[in-house]
Every structure is written in C-alpha cells, then in structure tokens.
C-alpha cells in the first residue's frame, strides 16, 4: 500500500511539474538529489523528462549518480552538494527537487538549500513530505511528525521502519530527518506558491513553486 500510495504521489507531483512550469526543449533543468531507475518503469524526473541532453542531475550519492550516468549519458552528472551548488547565478531555466530538503535536516542547512536553488535557477519547483500529516512515512508510525524533533527521533529510534530489510527494527539513527510545515516552506521560498498535495484524505506533500508571478 505504502509503495502504491508513493508512486501516485510521485507521478502526480511531476504531472503537476510539467503543468506548472511547461518546460520545453530550449529549458535547461538542474535536479536537485535527482537520481534514476534502470530497472523499469519509475517516477524519477530523470526517467520521465524527454530532453535528456538538457538535465544536470547533482547528487552526494555516488552510487545514485554512477546509475545516472550509465543509464542517461546524454545528461550532465555532477556530485554535489545541495547546499553549495557549484554554478553561477541564474545557470538554470528551471530547478527541481522531491522528497531532499528534509534529509538536511537542520533549519541552516535547510535555508542554504532553498537560497541555493533560487539562486542558480530562474524558476523552481520543489516537494517535501507535510509534517502535519498524521503518519510518517519514512519511519511508517502514526502522529511521530507532531512531536517536537528531539522527541520523534527518541521514539524512531525505539522502533520504526527500515526500508532496506522491510521490516520494523529498533535502534536506527533516525535524526536526519527534518520534516517543514507550510509555513516554513513559505519562508524558505517567499517568492513562490506553497501547494498542498493531497492523495489521501488530507495533503501529504508540500509544493514550492516558484516564482510566483511566473506561474
């Protein structure tokens, strides 16, 4: 169920990205923490996008970037950090990310990325799980993101989910992850709509879209 739900978000969530920001050949797109799947069908930007020759994908995961390269040479790969993006102002037409900026999960790492991303690109479009939705996907436990930080990650690691096993265990490091509210994606990117996407019954992912007056 947990798979299903992800893969409909995921898919609605580039639909809504080709819709928005109508990207066309000429545009040049910077994935942020983007990577791929080779094995099948996928909801990955970099398996969907049809101009390949104009993605640069940036990752800090080696292995996710060798993937990339093997399977899209045609693509620009670059291992970096989201953080400190290594291109001048305004390199881009368009920035995307999905499911990243809760992995640098301090509020200053969190306010480089979002500067970083609307600094190099023109228009930008970036998702991240709602912390106000009432289960925690990547632990799978009900309520854990209303607790303050320090406390969520007090109960993961007591139990939650590992994605590698597929199967609940205890003791994992689980403090990477810094969920936001819609209120603070709004103060991350002042200059963008925040879209709440809803696949259930109330949004589990957040958009920013930007900016605003663009779209």
Request: hydrophobic share 40%; charged share 25%.
């Amino acid at each position: 169920m947990f798979n299903a739900l992800s893969a409909k978000s995921r898919s609605r969530k580039l639909q809504l990205f080709f819709d928005l920001l109508r990207p066309n050949q000429d545009d040049r797109v910077l994935d942020v923490g983007g990577e791929c799947d080779p094995a099948g069908p996928s909801v990955q930007l970099s398996d969907n996008y049809p101009w390949k020759n104009r993605v640069t994908v940036a990752n800090i995961d080696l292995e996710a970037m060798k993937r990339v390269r093997q399977t899209y040479p045609d693509s620009d790969v670059l291992l970096a950090d989201a953080c400190r993006l290594p291109f001048p102002d305004k390199s881009f037409d368009i920035g995307f990310s999905n499911a990243v900026i809760e992995h640098l999960y301090t509020r200053r790492n969190q306010q480089q990325m979002a500067a970083e991303i609307q600094r190099v690109c023109k228009r930008w479009f970036l998702a991240t799980p709602n912390r106000w939705y009432p289960y925690e996907f990547h632990a799978r436990l009900p309520f854990v993101s209303w607790l303050p930080a320090p406390l969520m990650h007090r109960v993961t690691r007591v139990v939650c989910y590992n994605h590698v096993h597929h199967r609940y265990m205890s003791g994992l490091r689980t403090d990477e992850i810094r969920l936001l509210t819609a209120r603070e994606l709004r103060r991350l990117f002042p200059r963008s709509r925040v879209i709440p996407l809803r696949i259930t019954f109330y949004p589990e992912t957040l958009l920013a879209v930007g900016p605003a007056a663009a779209i």
